[in-house]
């Protein structure tokens, strides 16, 4: 397991965030959903899974803070879009390291 994914099991977060990604999985289309995530301009090429995770989880620990401040600029939606974005990112690579492993 690498650093990244470990950091993701140690991450604590309200137990209906991380359920609501959990369910969005299923339903989770990266090529249309992943650059409007990180904002990229329409076309652009979608970073690899190791860069697209380090970008998802700066701005999933953005999105915290302004949760945990009661910031107005918090939506819980994009929230879990985000998370559910990260969950994916970290999944596929662990399924890539385990392929090349074995």
Same mark, same amino acid.
């Given at each position: 397991m690498d650093q990244s994914a470990h950091g993701l099991q140690t991450t604590i977060r309200p137990r209906l965030l991380v359920v609501a990604a959990r369910h969005g999985l299923a339903q989770y289309d990266r090529a249309r959903s992943l650059g409007r995530i /990180?904002?990229?301009? #329409?076309?652009?090429?979608?970073? &690899?899974?190791? @860069?697209?995770?380090?970008? /998802? %989880? @700066? @701005?999933?620990?953005? #999105? +915290? /803070? $302004?949760?945990?401040?009661? +910031? =107005?600029?918090?939506?819980?939606?994009?929230? %879990?879009? %985000? #998370?559910? $974005?990260?969950?994916?990112? =970290? @999944? &596929?690579?662990m399924d890539a390291q385990a392929l090349g492993a074995g």
């Amino acid at each position: 397991m690498d650093q990244s994914a470990h950091g993701l099991q140690t991450t604590i977060r309200p137990r209906l965030l991380v359920v609501a990604a959990r369910h969005g999985l299923a339903q989770y289309d990266r090529a249309r959903s992943l650059g409007r995530i /990180l904002g990229l301009p #329409m076309g652009h090429a979608l970073p &690899d899974p190791a @860069r697209a995770q380090a970008a /998802l %989880v @700066r @701005r999933e620990a953005e #999105m +915290d /803070l $302004a949760r945990r401040s009661h +910031d =107005a600029s918090w939506h819980p939606a994009e929230h %879990v879009l %985000v #998370m559910t $974005a990260l969950l994916y990112e =970290a @999944r &596929d690579r662990m399924d890539a390291q385990a392929l090349g492993a074995g």
